[in-house]
């Protein structure tokens, strides 16, 4: 079981970045998916989260409005629509399943599977 992260880099405030995490070895429609992020220094914390169906979605107060979440189970890929962003955005971004409670999509439950993150930097 595999879930590797791509789409990062290097952008200034204001811009736009896609995450994409890619589901390997393991039926990603059985799964609850979450992006969490960690700055240097800072505690890792849950950025948004979606349901195994993607019916319903968690977004942090510190990026509602600006971040989406989606996913497409058949592509086995799960996005994270990222705009106007903010210097406070730089961190490492991680995705991450969960195999239980799976239609819920609360980024407060312990997720089973990490991916190995994908650093966001923010800055002009």
């Known amino acids: 079981l595999q879930l590797v992260e791509s789409g990062g880099g290097l952008v200034q405030p204001g811009g736009s970045l896609r995450l994409s995490c890619l589901a390997s070895g393991f039926a990603l429609e059985y799964f609850a998916i979450g992006w969490f992020r960690q700055a240097p220094g800072e505690e890792r914390e849950g950025v948004s989260c979606?349901?195994?169906?993607?019916?319903?979605?968690y977004y942090a107060e510190s990026v509602k409005g600006r971040f989406t979440i989606s996913r497409d189970n058949a592509k086995k890929t799960v996005y994270l629509q990222m705009n106007s962003l903010k210097p406070e955005d730089t961190a490492v971004y991680y995705c991450a399943a969960r195999s239980w409670a799976v239609e819920d999509s609360t980024c407060a439950f312990i997720y089973d599977y990490w991916g190995q993150g994908t650093q966001v930097t923010v800055s002009s």
């Open positions: 979606i349901s195994s169906s993607g019916g319903s979605t």
